[in-house]
T-cell receptor, first 113, second 118 residues
Framework: DQQVKQNSPSLSVQEGRISILNCDYTNSMFDYFLWYKKYPAEGPTFLISISSIKDKNEDGRFTVFLNKSAKHLSLHIVPSQPGDSAVYFC????????????FGTGTRLTIIP | DAGITQSPRHKVTETGTPVTLRCHQT?????MYWYRQDPGHGLRLIHY???????DKGEVSDGYSVSRSKTEDFLLTLESATSSQTSVYFC?????????????????FGPGTRLLVL
């Protein structure tokens, strides 16, 4: 039972354009959501998170949107840069991160120069 | 940088042998986690610890045991390695993050251990 789903295994975007990565969840107890970026042979790096009390959180080029009614969140990267090429994982937790994280299967983003 | 190191970084072993992976942290975090990453599965929680000698199982704990005798070290042991345990193993700690949109704890990961069981 996949409680966190990333339905796009891969995504290619032209440099300078917007990258949009999507994530859906099924567990209504989840109230804290995170995005991680992973390069080959490295550990996942925390990018940005959002709690259910908000519907948007922004940090530089990265913005996460949360639609609680649709149980959907998305990560927007604007503008996309070659260094953004990586695998992106969505994760969710209950109790504002005090419970275990459940991860999606990841989306491989490739930025085309 | 959450001050997490993992050792070894790479290991090749044979089926049936015991293997211990070590996670070391320098910042006195209470919570520590072990995950495995496999293609098509994302990261899956094996075991976690919420204090010295306090551990609990995650979703894929069969075949693994853990120990935490001091705050800074969290050990993952494969008692008798099998080929299905070939994977990349990540350790993590959790702490509050200033980049969260509201209250929330964030997990930070170590560099990983790549394990091959032949």
């Amino acid at each position: 039972d996949q409680q966190v789903k990333q339905n796009s295994p891969s995504l290619s975007v032209q440099e300078g354009r917007i990258s949009i990565l999507n994530c859906d969840y099924t567990n209504s107890m989840f109230d804290y959501f995170l995005w991680y970026k992973k390069y080959p042979a490295e550990g996942p790096t925390f990018l940005i998170s959002i709690s259910s009390i908000k519907d948007k959180n922004e940090d530089g080029r990265f913005t996460v949107f949360l639609n609680k009614s649709a149980k959907h969140l998305s990560l927007h990267i604007v503008p996309s840069q070659p260094g953004d090429s990586a695998v992106y994982f969505c994760a969710a937790s209950a109790n504002f991160g005090n419970e275990k994280l459940t991860f999606g299967t990841g989306t491989r983003l490739t930025i085309i120069p | 940088d959450a001050g997490i190191t993992q050792s070894p970084r790479h290991k090749v072993t044979e089926t049936g042998t015991p293997v211990t992976l070590r996670c070391h942290q320098t910042e006195n975090h209470r919570y520590m986690y072990w995950y495995r990453q496999d293609p098509g599965h994302g990261l899956r929680l094996i075991h976690y610890s919420y204090g010295v000698k306090d551990t609990d199982k995650g979703e894929v704990s069969d075949g693994y045991s853990v120990s935490r005798s001091k705050t800074e070290d969290f050990l993952l042991t494969l008692e008798s390695a099998t080929s299905s345990q070939t994977s990349v193993y990540f350790c993590a700690i959790s702490e509050s993050s200033p980049k969260s949109g509201g209250a929330g704890k964030t997990q930070y990961f170590g560099p990983g251990t790549r394990l091959l069981v032949l």
